[in-house]
């Protein structure tokens, strides 16, 4: 059983060279801490907070996110698809998420604010009732996902297609248009 680590905060910590030991994080805080290529395999993180944080290319093979809160982080080619995905969960604001990958998981009512979304794969994700709050969409993927209930209206430079994804009841805004119509090559004004 791994240990508990709790209420615990950790800042400017480098766990590129020194791992991070295998634990469970319950409502820890974590500020300007490099896990950049770092390995968090198996490791739990239960309602704590990433503040300013770099986790490019960081090793998620089964490490647990539940009720996570990233802040300001550096999550670039992030693969969110290792993770276990039993009660995972978190929120991302100014985050830069570029190269991420969240294909299959379900993440229903996902907030993401602020963030840099370009070319992450949300293919075959559930993604219902999820938020993009002002976030930049380009060239990410959405191939046979579920964004029913979702809100992009603050989205930008989004391309989905309505026929290959379920899209019942999101909520575009008429700026967003062209990003469901852009296969069909028509000139929106």
Known sequence: MNALILDKTFTKEDYKINRLAIAEYDSCTFKECIF????????????CTFIE??????KTKNTSFNNATFNNCKLLGLL??????????????????????????????TVFKNCNLEQVDF????????????????????????????????AYDFTIDPENNKIKNAKFSTNGLAGLLRKHKISIS
């Open 123 to 154: 293919s075959q994700c559930n993604l219902t009732q999820s938020t993009f709050d002002n976030c930049n969409l380009k060239n990410a993927t959405f191939d046979d996902s579920n964004i029913e209930k979702a809100d992009f209206r603050t």
């Open 36 to 47: 950049t290529e770092s390995f968090l395999s198996n490791v739990n993180f239960i309602g």
């Open 53 to 58: 944080c770099d986790f490019t290319n960081a």
């Open 80 to 109: 969110f698809n290792g993770c276990n995905p039993f009660l995972l969960s978190f929120t991302f604001t100014d985050c830069n998420l570029q190269l991420a990958s969240f294909y299959k998981l379900t993440i229903k009512k």
